[in-house]
């Protein structure tokens, strides 16, 4: 999976980083202390999100 950003949980969240096992680290847009370890088949891409 490549970075961006992505849906979780209902969720805007920007990829980190991603495993080889298929997990990656993301971080909520609007909380950046707030970093989950997720499989990548729980995240849908979505395209450009504008945080303004």
């Known amino acids: 999976m490549t ?4 849906l979780y949980k209902g969720r805007v969240f920007k990829i ?3 495993y080889d ?5 993301i971080r909520d847009i609007y909380n950046v202390f707030k ?10 891409m979505i395209e ?3 945080t303004n």
């Open 35 to 44: 970093v989950e370890l997720v499989h990548n088949s729980q995240l849908t």
């Open 16 to 18: 980190l980083f991603c």
């Open 21 to 25: 096992t298929g997990y990656c680290e």
């Open 3 to 6: 970075k961006g950003n992505v």
């Open 48 to 50: 450009d999100v504008y």
